[in-house]
Each structure stands twice: as structure tokens, then as C-alpha cells.
T-cell receptor, first 112, second 114 residues
Framework: QKEVEQDPGPLSVPEGAIVSLNCTYS??????FMWYRQYSRKGPELLMYTYSSGNKEDGRFTAQVDKSSKYISLFIRDSQPSDSATYLCAMVTQGGSEKLVFGKGTKLTVNP | DVKVTQSSRYLVKRTGEKVFLECVQD?????MFWYRQDPGLGLRLIYF???????EKGDIPEGYSVSREKKERFSLILESASTNQTSMYLC?????????????FGEGSWLTVV
């Protein structure tokens, strides 16, 4: 079983839709959970960061962590064409950026 | 703003050539990383460095070496490029005590080996 599983998509939605992106993981020691956004031919940029379980909201984006189910989600409300990108989940145990484990990414297209 | 700069964005090299990919960061970060990113395989760690002249192998170090002579600069070296090293290469940096939310990526270097 891979440490982090992420559906690669592609996912295509109309503008204004609510988007749900998800990752599952197997290592219960993961404590820090991140979502990165990567535009075509660019490097990933940090979008959301959550420590342990719970929700975190930032504008149209909500990150959710359910450690009991080993499941994390990113919700995008009122999606815009500018949200079209690949979204990567990532997670790490206590400390150590070098131990960051990434999902393979989900490609999202928001159609105007 | 943190800046991680990869000087070469697009390169085409011949099989057997020695290739240098350069990366510079301006935030005085201790840690620097080289990843490669391939469709269907995601991001894979090649090497990382936690200090000048220090290096550690990542998940896929074969065929690569690195150099860190100065804190701000981390170079990836392909001693003898092969076609299976055609990929996008991402450099990143983070503070020593980074917990994943403080890792910053460069724009990527697209390498084609023919």
C-alpha cells in the first residue's frame, strides 16, 4: 500500500462549482498536512497547511483532516478558471522537511 | 518573498553529456532539496542537503550527484545524462526545523536528453 494515495483525475468542473479534492494515507504518524497548487510548467506553491486534525479555512479554500480515517480533503468554493491547476497533497511526521511525502497530484480544470 | 531560482528553465542535452542544474535561494535556509517530477510518478526526492558540504540521498539518487559549496547554492549533476533522465527537476529550500509548511520550490528545470 502506498503511503499517500491521491486520485490523479483529471477533474473538470464548471465555474462556480464546489470542488472536493482528497488524499488517503497509511502512516498514522503523519502530523502536518499540506496542499500545494501547481500551475502548468511552474513549481508547486503552498496553498494550505494544517497541523493534526480539524478544519482550516482561507477565503474560498477549506482544508480538512480526519486522522481517524487517515483522510484529508481540500474544498474549493465558487471555483474560478484561475483555480485550474494540479493540486498536490503532502504530509510529514514530526519535523523534517526532507521526509515530506507527496501525493501524485490531481489535475483540475475549471471551465468558464 | 522567498525566492528559489533555477537558472536554467529549459535544456536539451545529448546522451552521455555532463549536465549541471543550478539552484540559488535567498532566504538563508539550511535545507535544500532536488526533486524530479514525472507524470504518474509525482515528486520524488533525489538528494537533499542540510548544511554546506553535507548531502543525503533521497529516494532515487542513482545517476545523480550534488554539490553544496555555499549555503545559498545547491547544484544537481548528471554525470552522464541518459534518456530516462528526461524530466522536470525541482529545487526547494526550507529552514532546518521546517515541518513541511516552510518548504519553497523553484520554477522547475525541464531537461530533455536526446
Amino acid at each position: 500500500q502506498k503511503e499517500v494515495e491521491q486520485d490523479p483525475g483529471p477533474l473538470s468542473v464548471p465555474e462556480g462549482a464546489i470542488v472536493s479534492l482528497n488524499c488517503t494515507y497509511s502512516n498514522s504518524a503523519f502530523q502536518y498536512f499540506m496542499w500545494y497548487r501547481q500551475y502548468s510548467r511552474k513549481g508547486p506553491e503552498l496553498l494550505m497547511y494544517t497541523y493534526s486534525s480539524g478544519n482550516k479555512e482561507d477565503g474560498r479554500f477549506t482544508a480538512q483532516v480526519d486522522k481517524s480515517s487517515k483522510y484529508i480533503s481540500l474544498f474549493i468554493r465558487d471555483s474560478q478558471p484561475s483555480d485550474s491547476a494540479t493540486y498536490l497533497c503532502a504530509m510529514v511526521t514530526q519535523g523534517g522537511s526532507e521526509k515530506l511525502v507527496f501525493g501524485k497530484g490531481t489535475k483540475l480544470t475549471v471551465n468558464p | 518573498d522567498v525566492k528559489v531560482t533555477q537558472s536554467s528553465r529549459y535544456l536539451v542535452k545529448r546522451t552521455g553529456e555532463k549536465v549541471f542544474l543550478e539552484c540559488v535561494q535567498d532566504m538563508d535556509h539550511e535545507n535544500m532539496f532536488w526533486y524530479r517530477q514525472d507524470p504518474g510518478l509525482g515528486l520524488r526526492l533525489i538528494y537533499f542537503s542540510y548544511d554546506v558540504k553535507m548531502k543525503e540521498k533521497g529516494d532515487i539518487p542513482e545517476g545523480y550527484s550534488v554539490s553544496r559549496e555555499k549555503k545559498e547554492r545547491f547544484s544537481l549533476i548528471l554525470e552522464s545524462a541518459s534518456t530516462n533522465q528526461t524530466s522536470m527537476y525541482l529545487c526547494a529550500s526550507s529552514p532546518r526545523a521546517g515541518t513541511g509548511n516552510t518548504i519553497y520550490f523553484g520554477e522547475g528545470s525541464w531537461l530533455t536528453v536526446v
